[in-house]
C-alpha cells in the first residue's frame, strides 16, 4: 500500500511539475559534476605547488662596493609597491663581522621580522622588536661573545647588546633603520609570504638597479608555469561559484516543490497519515530523484568528462577513484536530505487544521 502511495504521489508530482523536474535532475547533474571537476583541479593546483622550488618564495640582489646607508635612502617606502612581503633580510658586514636585519614593512610600519623572531633561539635577553625600530633604538643581539647590556661599535653607531641567541653565530642583529654610517652591505633578500608576482620582481630590480646601477646583481627570477597556476586559480573560482549556484537551485526548486504540497498532505492527513509519514514520503521522492541526477551526473563524468580534463591535467588521474566517487555522492547526498528535511519540517510544522485552512487559501 505504502509503495503504491509513493509511486502515485510521485508519478503525480512529476506530471504536475514536469519542468521542475527536469530543472532538479539538470541543476543536480551539473552540481555534482562541478564538484567532481573542481576536486580534480584543485587536486593538480595542489600538485603544481609542491613542484615549485622553494626559492620562488625569494627575491635576492647582491652588491659590491655598496653601503648601508645606500639602501635605506630607497627602503622602505619602496616596498609599498610590492605585495605579500614576509620579511627582509638584508646582510652586511662591518670590520669581516657579519650584519643583518631581519625586518617587516606593513601599511607603511617597519618591525622586527616576527617569522625570524619565532625562530630565535635566545640563551639570554631578548629578540629586536617593534618598538626598537619605532625608537631608531640602538640595540643588537647576537652570539659574539658580548655579553647582554655590554656596549659594541658596528660603523660609526655604539650599541647596547639586549640578547644573545645561538642562530646569529659570530654576528649582529641590528634594526634596519639604525645609523651605521658606510657599513658595507653584501645581500638583500625579499621573502614573501605567497608565490611573488612578476611586477613585484620588476619592482625591485628597477628600485635597486636604478639606485646601484652595477653594483647591483638581482637574481633571476621565474616561477614555474605561472601563467598555468594562475589559469587554475580562476578555474577553481569559476567552478565553485557554479557549483553554489546549482545546488542553491536545487534547494530552491525542492522548496517550491514542497510549498504546493500543502494541500494534498492535508488530504493525507484527513485519512489518517501521521505527519511523520507525510514527511517520509516527500523524502522518499526527495531521495529517489537525487540518487537518479547524483549517479547520472557521476557516470557521464567518468566515462565522458574526466577523459578530457585528464588529457588536460594529466597528474591527477590517481585522484579519480572509485573511493572518492562514493565520498563525493555520499557528501552531497547527506546534505541534499539535510536541508530539505529541514524545508519539510518547517512545511509540516502546522497542525492538520491549520494546514488544511492554509491549503485552501493558496
Not at 34 to 55: H, I, T
Not at 95 to 117: A, C, D, L, R
Not at 157 to 180: A, L, Q, R
Not at 343 to 360: A, G, Q, T
Amino acid at each position: 500500500m505504502k509503495l503504491k502511495l509513493l509511486k502515485y504521489h510521485i508519478k503525480n508530482a512529476i506530471t504536475e511539475n514536469p519542468s521542475i523536474y527536469v530543472l532538479i535532475v539538470i541543476s543536480q547533474i551539473i552540481a555534482i559534476v562541478g564538484v567532481l571537476f573542481l576536486y580534480g583541479v584543485f587536486g593538480s593546483y595542489l600538485m603544481r605547488l609542491e613542484q615549485l622550488d622553494m626559492d620562488s618564495y625569494e627575491i635576492g640582489a647582491t652588491f659590491e662596493d655598496a653601503k648601508w646607508g645606500e639602501l635605506q635612502n630607497i627602503f622602505p617606502e619602496s616596498l609599498n609597491e610590492i605585495e605579500n612581503i614576509d620579511y627582509v633580510f638584508v646582510g652586511g658586514v662591518n670590520k669581516e663581522i657579519p650584519i643583518s636585519s631581519h625586518f617587516e614593512y606593513e601599511n607603511g610600519i617597519m618591525s622586527q621580522s616576527q617569522t625570524v623572531n619565532k625562530n630565535a633561539k635566545i640563551m639570554e635577553g631578548r629578540v629586536l622588536s617593534g618598538e626598537d625600530y619605532q625608537q631608531q633604538s640602538k640595540v643588537t643581539y647576537s652570539n659574539n661573545g658580548v655579553g647582554v647590556g655590554e656596549k659594541v661599535k658596528i660603523g660609526n653607531t655604539t650599541f647596547e647588546v639586549v640578547g644573545t641567541d645561538e642562530v646569529t653565530k659570530g654576528g649582529y642583529e641590528i634594526p634596519f633603520n639604525s645609523d651605521i654610517g658606510d657599513v658595507t652591505m653584501c645581500v638583500i633578500v625579499v621573502n614573501f609570504k605567497e608565490l611573488p608576482k612578476q611586477k613585484d620582481y620588476l619592482v625591485l630590480k628597477n628600485t635597486l638597479e636604478q639606485a646601484f646601477g652595477d653594483r647591483v646583481l638581482v637574481d633571476e627570477f621565474e616561477i614555474k608555469e605561472e601563467n598555468e597556476i594562475i589559469e587554475i586559480r580562476t578555474i577553481i573560482t569559476i567552478t565553485v561559484v557554479v557549483g553554489i549556484i546549482s545546488a542553491l537551485n536545487v534547494c530552491l526548486l525542492f522548496g517550491y516543490i514542497i510549498s504546493r504540497r500543502k494541500k494534498q498532505m492535508a488530504i493525507y492527513g484527513t485519512v489518517g497519515m501521521s505527519k511523520g509519514k507525510r514527511m517520509l514520503i516527500n523524502q522518499l521522492e526527495i531521495v529517489m530523484v537525487t540518487v537518479l541526477s547524483l549517479g547520472t551526473g557521476e557516470l557521464f563524468f567518468h566515462v565522458v568528462l574526466r577523459k578530457i580534463i585528464l588529457e588536460i591535467y594529466d597528474n591527477i588521474e590517481r585522484l579519480y577513484g572509485f573511493r572518492m566517487y562514493g565520498m563525493v555522492f555520499l557528501i552531497y547526498f547527506v546534505c541534499t536530505l539535510a536541508v530539505t528535511n529541514i524545508m519539510l519540517r518547517l512545511v509540516n510544522k502546522d497542525n492538520l487544521s491549520e494546514l488544511l485552512r492554509r491549503s485552501k487559501g493558496d
